[in-house]
């Protein structure tokens, strides 16, 4: 189970490898190896490239893949939310749920304006340089967010906060506000402004959040019209999870 | 242009030193690498669709053309460090995405440090190429082998100076920046994208060209095709 897994994480991490490839990287004997993935041929966990004779992850993989993300009730919950708030705003609408030190985006619409863009569900994305992520460690009880904290902070951008105590100050003021706003921290260019969700408990759930373009959301401070829509979703979303009307941080 | 039975600059040439780095110079750059993107923009785009907005080629020639229309309503001996710096600005404020604040702040402080330099030569040259990646890599925090700009601008500029400081002449180092620049584009195929929103995509950035890095080799062509009409 252990060596299907590890081979599995391998043909996640590189596009397409070989059996020799597979063998060097994980330091398994090549028929092993072989056997492995025959086995996981048969259950459509991996396939088998014709032209190349590589392999790379197969269809099974998408559904479970699926089901993993809808298992986020959240995920579910924030369809319509999310929908509507993209058209309402024009813009850009990701939710995201923590994921260890970084947020996973589980639901993203695209900016409602036919243009190409590329679809972020699985992303990951390190949760002090995006608004989603420090709208949902603002709400965390101190203990977890003091953890975050003092963990790795990688530096995205120029602009990415790296500094704990920046961060630990920036996190009071989103506490206080209820919104989170990051101004390209994560990406050139790009700006976000989120707003926690929270369950039942008032724990916050993840974060539901605009993204866009540096000048549109940004131009003099975060757009008020934005700040609102985002507030709104929050609230409604949380409602929605049965959150009572405050969430109160601890 | 001058006759073409004149070949200054070329092999065994005595013109040696002879090169300025004037505002004719910047300007017949600018021109010249708004003409290659203008020519390469639906091919930027294309190479963008599949990592990011498809919007890179769109982006860049928007914002060329608008640094066109800057040096027309330039003075004429508007310095060439201002200019730039002014170009830079414009295609700050003109280029979406991330591509106008990272070459905008490039070209800014291009210009910059070609106003503080001692003499308009071939070292002015290098110190404001050298400064333009620090911008760029100020704004962007990316380090070679991330799949950027920085993959394509390194190299050129490692080779510039290389070739500066074994005796080259400027329009050599020029043309050895600009092949640099075009080997460090094919070198982003199999990188996996560690910064902008192509890190997204995890391993599915791998198997693409990088258009920043690909915009920045159509910048250093047209550096060197100015460099070697004008030594």
């Known amino acids: ?250 | 242009m001058s006759s073409p039975t004149v070949r200054r600059g070329g092999v065994g040439s005595t013109s040696r030193g002879a090169w300025v780095l004037d505002v004719s110079f910047v300007r017949r750059w600018i021109v010249e690498a708004a003409a290659r993107i203008e020519e390469q923009r639906d091919f930027l785009t294309q190479l963008d669709a599949a990592i990011g907005d498809a919007d890179h080629g769109i982006n860049m020639h928007r914002g060329f053309g608008a640094a066109l229309a800057t040096l027309e309503s330039s003075a004429a001996d508007q310095p060439p460090g201002e200019l730039l710096e002014r170009v830079g600005m414009t295609i700050v404020y003109r280029v979406g995405g991330a591509a106008g604040p990272l070459f905008g702040t490039g070209f800014r402080d291009i210009g910059r440090t070609i106003s503080d330099a001692p003499a308009p030569d071939a070292e002015a040259l290098l110190m404001a190429l050298t400064a333009g990646l620090d911008g760029i890599q100020r704004l962007g925090a990316a380090a070679p082998g991330d799949k950027t700009i920085v993959d394509a601008w390194a190299p050129a500029l490692t080779a510039f100076e290389s070739s500066l400081r074994s005796g080259g002449r400027v329009d050599e180092a020029a043309r050895e920046a600009a092949d640099a620049a075009t080997i460090g584009v094919a070198a982003t195929l199999p990188m996996q994208a560690r910064k902008g929103r192509a890190s997204y995509l995890g391993s599915r950035s791998i198997g693409h060209q990088d258009p920043g890095a690909t915009s920045t080799a159509l910048l250093f062509g047209a550096l060197e095709r100015v460099v070697r009409r004008t030594a």
């Open chain 1, 1 to 250: 189970m252990d060596r299907a897994a590890r081979i599995m994480k391998a043909l996640g991490a590189s596009p397409r490898l070989g059996v020799t490839e597979l063998s060097d990287k994980l330091g398994l004997a090549k028929a092993t190896v072989h056997g492995l993935l025959r086995a996981l041929e048969r259950q459509e966990l991996v396939e088998q490239e014709a032209d190349s004779g590589k392999y790379r992850l197969g269809a099974a993989m998408l559904q479970l893949g699926n089901s993993f993300l809808d298992n986020h009730e959240l995920r579910g919950r924030s369809l319509m939310w999310a929908g509507s708030l993209a058209t309402r705003v024009g813009e850009a609408v990701r939710v995201g749920v923590m994921n260890g030190e970084t947020v996973l985006i589980v639901h993203h619409v695209f900016r409602p304006d036919n243009s190409l863009q590329i679809l972020e569900v699985g992303a990951s994305i390190p949760w002090h340089a995006c608004a989603l992520g420090k709208a949902v460690v603002a709400y965390m009880p101190r203990q977890r967010r003091t953890a975050l904290l003092s963990g790795e902070l990688p530096r995205l951008t120029g602009r990415t906060m790296t500094e704990p105590s920046v961060l630990r100050t920036a996190l009071e003021e989103i506490a206080g506000l209820g919104v989170a706003v990051e101004d390209q921290e994560a990406v050139v260019g790009e700006a976000e402004i989120a707003s926690p969700i929270f369950d039942h408990h008032g724990d916050p759930a993840g974060a539901i959040g605009v993204v866009g373009p540096v000048e549109r959301l940004l131009q003099d401070g975060p757009a008020a019209a934005v700040v609102a829509a985002v507030r709104e979703a929050g609230r409604g979303l949380s409602r929605d999870m049965g959150a009572g009307r405050f969430a109160v941080r601890r």
